[in-house]
């Protein structure tokens, strides 16, 4: 299984949800409503990385490490770092947890929309990544996301069947 949606998914929140929120989710969610398609035009002006980026930067700025953190920028072998799960591997996770501007997310159940995402599928023994926003989570089955996309070109919800690894982490 590589990173590729199963689904395009063109549905709103439930009020109802979006009321339950932590605030700071709310408003990441209200901002990728309104602007989200002004973020990502096209895939090729904005990949994944470049989109959770700016979705950050809109609420925190953001240091170059930090960006360099979620770009997953490292010279060391992907294939072996996804296998140990190194932070390198974490991304977003990693960069808002290592100046405290996130809160850690470990169990499923806790993950709400608007929270951000890093997920890895091998497939074919090769590794696939792929962040976003999350949207829903269906946990070990589905999660979806906003994010950039070459089957979106550009910004949209994509659905993804349940990835080997995952890490999610909420902005503070």
């Not at 409503?33 to 609420?59: H, L, R, W």
């Not at 974490?90 to 100046?99: D, P, R, S, W």
Request: overall charge negative; charged content about 25%; glycine content about 4%.
């Amino acid at each position: 299984m590589n990173t590729q949606p199963i689904w395009v998914i063109d549905s709103q929140i439930d009020s109802v949800m979006l009321s339950k929120l932590p605030t700071k989710n709310k408003q990441i969610l209200e901002l990728l409503e309104a602007e989200g398609k002004q973020m990502a035009p096209t895939y090729n002006d904005v990949v994944c990385t470049e989109f959770v980026i700016k979705v950050i930067d809109s609420f925190e700025p953001l240091s170059k490490i930090e960006k360099n953190d979620i770009r997953i920028i490292t010279t060391e072998n992907l294939d072996s770092l996804v296998q140990n799960e190194s932070a390198v591997i974490k991304g977003v996770k990693t960069a808002l947890l290592k100046e405290e501007k996130g809160i850690d997310i470990v169990k499923c159940e806790d993950v709400r929309p608007g929270d951000f995402v890093q997920f890895w599928n091998v497939y074919q023994n090769k590794v696939y990544g792929h962040c976003g926003v999350v949207f829903n989570i269906n946990a070990n089955k589905t999660i979806t996301l906003y994010s950039s996309h070459p089957f979106t070109d550009g910004f949209g919800k994509q659905e993804y069947l349940w990835p080997d690894k995952i890490y999610f982490v909420r902005l503070k």
